[in-house]
């Protein structure tokens, strides 16, 4: 039974819903949904999640406010862990270029102005911070929990998961070499990580037929393993001297490697896709990874 409902007025949750601050477009049910900075409903399907994770456990690394991990739920996961570096203060949660740390600063600063304005909210379920993820939990019902937690140090959890996602991260992270290590660390079946920023994967017909021939060949001398799609095209590009918290454009042929090289026993891209920036009204791309152990 929700606390929010029983205690927080209808018109009141309204308010929070439209005037807080949303990384993602969550449904509410009765067609109400938040207003997300971006929207990933109509690419949900891209992703080649399971249509049941029932008997599931699943870990959801890098949450914010909890769209995948509600997605999940409804999947009928067994049981659904949410961690997240943001402790909801105001502070930085996140890895930061030194010379745009006032940028984040200043970004961050929201939180605190929110929790301070929605203090009833909040303080209802005892949070200390401008949780919503929790917030959401509490109002759908659901049985996603939170844990306050950094990609680098999932291994110190001291658990596995059945099934585990990263979406749209390690664009963010200086050491990504380091986080797909512990994402390994905490998968027992399988991981789908999603790369934004990625460079584009080339579609021409001539990378095509080299793709093909190229597969056919080193499948013939058992070194299939070791064969990346585009390997023509393995690039890493450094761009964290222009946001501040995003530092790495990867190809996802060499991004496949680097997730072998962190101890993935097999993995396959499973295509790209675009996504609108709602503040900058601009398309992001990104690519899909499904990687088993």
């Known amino acids: 039974m929700s606390i929010l409902k029983e205690k927080i007025s209808d018109e009141r949750l309204s308010e929070f819903f439209d005037q807080a601050y949303w990384f993602h477009t969550i449904d509410l049910g009765n067609g109400r949904a938040t207003k997300g900075v971006y929207d990933v409903r109509p690419i949900v399907d891209l992703h080649g999640f399971e249509d049941s994770l029932a008997g599931k456990s699943v870990l959801d690394v890098g949450t914010s406010d909890g ?10 996961a067994d049981s659904v862990l949410a961690v997240d570096t943001n402790v909801y203060d105001g502070s930085v949660p996140t890895d930061v270029s030194p010379a745009k740390m006032g940028k984040y600063v200043k970004k961050y600063s929201r939180e605190k102005e929110e929790y301070e304005k929605f203090h009833d909210i909040f303080s209802a379920l005892g949070l ?46 200086k050491h990504p070499l380091l986080g797909m290590e512990q994402l390994r660390a905490v998968t027992s079946e399988k991981c789908i990580i999603t790369l934004n920023g990625s460079l584009p994967i080339s579609q021409g017909l001539c990378a ?9 060949f080193l499948k013939t001398i058992g070194v299939y393993d070791y064969f990346s799609e585009n390997e023509h095209d393995l690039v890493l590009q450094y761009i964290g001297n222009q946001a501040g918290g995003t530092f790495f454009e990867i190809h996802p042929s060499a991004f496949r490697e680097m997730l072998l090289a962190s101890g993935f026993r097999s ?16 398309p992001q791309r990104g690519a899909v990874f499904h990687c088993l152990v």
């Not at 769209?67 to 009928?76: H, I, T, V």
């Not at 306050?148 to 110190?156: F, G, T, V």
């Not at 993995?267 to 601009?282: A, M, Q, S, T």
């Open 67 to 76: 769209f995948y991990a509600f997605e999940f739920a409804k999947r009928n």
């Open 128 to 173: 200390n911070g401008s949780n919503k993820l929790i917030v959401l939990a509490d109002y759908l019902d659901s049985i996603v929990t939170f844990q306050q937690n950094s990609i680098y140090e999932l291994a110190e959890m001291g658990s596995t998961f059945d099934f585990v996602f990263c979406g749209g991260l390690f664009g963010h992270l």
């Open 208 to 216: 095509k037929v080299r793709q093909k021939i190229g597969r056919i």
């Open 267 to 282: 993995v396959e891209i499973k295509g790209d896709y675009e996504l609108v920036d709602g503040r900058l009204d601009e």
